[in-house]
């Protein structure tokens, strides 16, 4: 089945810098990468995804970017603001509905 | 709407106990499925529904049992509980993959488990 490891575990960044999340998959057949934003006590939220056709997606201060030669897709998020700290996950499926997980990343924005 | 709702959010139980989770959605989504998310293993996958009728199972599927009995409802049942079921709980649901702009996954709320 798909593997999908998640780097760093934890991100303390100060507010106005920038984070950067990384994935990498092993399903050569995944196609579909979103990214989840959880907060405290709430399921996870989706805050962009890309597709296997697309080599980066922009929405405002968040993208995200995908090599799929290299099996790697990241997410970077520009300005940071205290509102942006919460547990991020990166996932990975192909045409199965099954989403694999990774660990997650705690991101802690300093003021 | 709604999205969807689990119940309850809270729930304590003793080894040997048995129980459901409960969950539905208001979306019309063909897909519904069950996670569990236990620390610095982000979420794994118990069990699935592609549709009412059909279920499957998931990468952690011992000790589960689920129907799909309507297209709102997927219920999760914890046979007899064990400590290592403690955990938080997430029921979500989607379109079927390749519905044209439309894959995300709905999550609900979250129940916390503890089996002591």
């Known amino acids: 089945g798909e593997n999908v490891e998640q780097h760093p575990s934890t991100l303390s960044v100060q507010e106005g810098d920038s984070a950067v999340i990384k994935c990498t998959y092993s399903d050569s057949a995944s196609n579909y990468f979103p990214w989840y934003k959880q907060e405290l006590g709430k399921g996870p939220q989706l805050i962009i995804d890309i597709r296997s056709n697309v080599g980066e997606k922009k929405d405002q201060r968040i993208a995200v970017t995908l090599n799929k030669t290299a099996k790697h897709f990241s997410l970077h998020i520009t300005e940071t603001q205290p509102e942006d700290s919460a547990v991020y996950f990166c996932?990975?499926?192909?045409?199965?509905?099954?989403?694999?997980f990774g660990a997650g990343t705690t991101v802690t924005v300093r003021a | 709407n709604a999205g969807v709702t689990q119940t309850p959010k809270f729930q304590v139980l003793k080894t040997g106990q048995s129980m459901t989770l409960q969950c539905a959605q208001d979306?019309?989504?063909?897909?519904m499925s069950w996670y569990r998310q236990d620390p610095g293993m982000g979420l794994r996958l118990i069990h699935y529904?592609?549709?009412?009728?059909?279920?499957d199972q998931g990468e952690v599927p011992n000790g589960y049992n689920v129907s799909r009995s309507t297209t709102e409802d997927f219920p999760l049942r914890l046979l007899s509980a064990a400590p290592s079921q403690t955990s938080v709980y997430f029921c979500?649901?989607?379109?079927?993959?390749?519905?044209?702009?439309?894959?995300?996954?709905?999550f609900g709320q979250g129940t916390r488990l503890t089996v002591v």
């Open positions: 979500a649901s989607r379109h079927p993959p390749g519905t044209a702009g439309r894959a995300e996954a709905f």
């Open positions: 529904s592609v549709g009412a009728g059909i279920t």
């Open positions: 996932a990975a499926s192909g045409d199965d509905y099954k989403l694999s």
């Open positions: 979306m019309n989504h063909e897909y």
